[in-house]
């Protein structure tokens, strides 16, 4: 896999945008952070009857092409 220095541009692999360190925060600042907050849906879902709740965050984009399923614990 070839690793883009700093001072590359922002490149396309396919269709995801590699973002070079130079830039990282301000990207994630001024256009990730923002674009998933404003698809996150959160709540708690009831595991057990009268019981225990787990906390859950979506993100569902519109023509979504997969799912990705992240759980801890």
């Known amino acids: 896999m070839k690793r883009l220095s700093s001072s590359q541009t922002t490149r396309r692999a ?12 301000q990207e994630m600042d001024g256009r990730v952070v923002p674009y998933l907050a404003s698809l996150c849906r959160s709540g708690y879902m009831e595991v057990t009857p009268g019981g225990g709740s787990l906390y859950y965050e979506s993100y569902r984009p519109e023509n979504a092409l997969g799912a990705v399923v992240i759980s801890h614990g």
């Open 14 to 25: 396919g269709r995801v945008r590699i973002i070079p360190d130079s830039r990282f925060r």
